[in-house]
T-cell receptor, first 112, second 114 residues
Framework: EDKVVQSPLSLVVHEGDTVTLNCSYE??????LLWYKQEKKAPTFLFML????IEKKSGRLSSILDKKELFSILNITATQTGDSAVYLC????????????FGEGTQLTVNP | KAGVTQTPRYLIKTRGQQVTLSCSPI?????VSWYQQTPGQGLQFLFE???????NKGNFPGRFSGRQFSNSRSEMNVSTLELGDSALYLC?????????????FGPGTRLTVL
């Protein structure tokens, strides 16, 4: 059974801090790892990573995948209160179509 | 491009009733997946439909079923509702080449079972 573990489960920081969120996984026939941001609504797609060692960036957010050690990190620099959300990590298999297995999520709170 | 739409957004039912939820994917997307999100279990995969066929199925009882129409719109049905079915039901669409995992979520339907 596929497994995705995120840490920490909860994190409280001050505006301007840099945070690193972790995601480790065990999945058969791995194809991709995805990060989503969820506020009080549907998850919003952030990144999809398929290749090891290649960083994806979007503004203050970046993510990298290590397929050898089976983990990914999501970095957020210069955090803002608008970054407060649950960050979800999910993995997809090579042979499972669009099916994703999600982790529990990391609840990030950014205080002013 | 319009995003994924789901109707209704909120629903209140009583135990034993049945419910049908609807999802319209992003134009051109052929795969629709359904997920259940609860505080205790997180996001769990229900099933995926592609070209009107169920392509994947999660570990949910047979009370949960779905279908997809020729225009890629999908419906999900839950029969004989139980209290534990109270959850946010999310639909996600994908362009879906066979092993394409990127998905875009709709706003969800919040189902409350009393």
């Amino acid at each position: 059974e596929d497994k995705v573990v995120q840490s920490p489960l909860s994190l409280v920081v001050h505006e301007g801090d840099t945070v690193t969120l972790n995601c480790s996984y065990e999945v058969t026939n791995f194809r991709s790892l995805l990060w989503y941001k969820q506020e009080k609504k549907a998850p919003t797609f952030l990144f999809m990573l398929t290749s090891s060692g290649i960083e994806k960036k979007s503004g203050r957010l970046s993510s990298i995948l290590d397929k050898k050690e089976l983990f990914s990190i999501l970095n957020i620099t210069a955090t803002q209160t608008g970054d407060s959300a649950v960050y979800l990590c999910a993995v997809g298999r090579e042979t499972s179509g669009s099916r994703l297995t999600f982790g529990e999520g990391t609840q990030l709170t950014v205080n002013p | 491009k319009a995003g994924v739409t789901q109707t209704p957004r909120y629903l209140i039912k009583t135990r034993g009733q049945q419910v049908t939820l609807s999802c319209s994917p992003i134009s051109g997307h052929r795969s629709v997946s359904w997920y259940q999100q609860t505080p205790g279990q997180g996001l769990q995969f229900l099933f995926e439909y592609f070209s009107e066929t169920q392509r994947n199925k999660g570990n949910f009882p047979g009370r949960f079923s779905g279908r997809q129409f020729s225009n890629s719109r999908s419906e999900m049905n839950v029969s004989t509702l139980e209290l534990g079915d109270s959850a946010l039901y999310l639909c996600a669409s994908s362009p879906a080449t066979f092993s394409y995992n990127e998905q875009f979520f709709g706003p969800g339907t919040r189902l409350t079972v009393l």
